[in-house]
Nanobody, 115 residues
Framework: QVQLVESGGGSVQPGGSLRLSCAAS????????MAWYRQAPGKQRGLVAV???????NYADSVRGRFTISRDNARSTVYLQMNSLKPEDTAVYYC?????????WGQGTQVTVSS
C-alpha cells in the first residue's frame, strides 16, 4: 500500500509558476510509474505528466514545454514544476502511483490561475 500526500497548490496569476510535491509513504524507486493528473470542474480527470521507473517521461500536449515532472528517490517525492501557467490550467491536481497491478491516488491539491 502507498499513501500519497500532495502539496504546493495555490492561487497564481497567469504567467506565474508553482511547484507541486507528492510525498509517498514508501520508496518510489521501484514503483512502475508516478504521474500527475488533473480535473477541472465539469471535466474528466486527465493525465498531465508521467515518469516511469526507467526515467521515461510523457506529457499532455497542453502542458508540454511548460511543465516538468521529476522525482527525488531519497525523499520518496515526486514533483511537478509548472511554469507559464494559464487560466486553463486551473484544476485539482492529483498524484498517482502505478504499481502495475494496482494504483493509488492522493487527495488532490487545488491550483487556481487567475488575474
Amino acid at each position: 500500500q502507498v499513501q500519497l500526500v500532495e502539496s504546493g497548490g495555490g492561487s497564481v496569476q497567469p504567467g506565474g509558476s508553482l511547484r507541486l510535491s507528492c510525498a509517498a509513504s514508501r520508496s518510489i524507486s521501484s514503483i512502475y510509474a508516478m504521474a500527475w493528473y488533473r480535473q477541472a470542474p465539469g471535466k474528466q480527470r486527465g493525465l498531465v505528466a508521467v515518469l516511469d521507473s526507467g526515467g521515461y517521461t510523457n506529457y499532455a500536449d497542453s502542458v508540454r514545454g511548460r511543465f516538468t515532472i521529476s522525482r527525488d528517490n531519497a525523499r520518496s517525492t515526486v514533483y511537478l514544476q509548472m511554469n507559464s501557467l494559464k487560466p486553463e490550467d486551473t484544476a485539482v491536481y492529483y498524484c498517482n502511483a502505478d504499481l502495475s497491478s494496482i494504483s493509488y491516488w492522493g487527495q488532490g491539491t487545488q491550483v487556481t490561475v487567475s488575474s
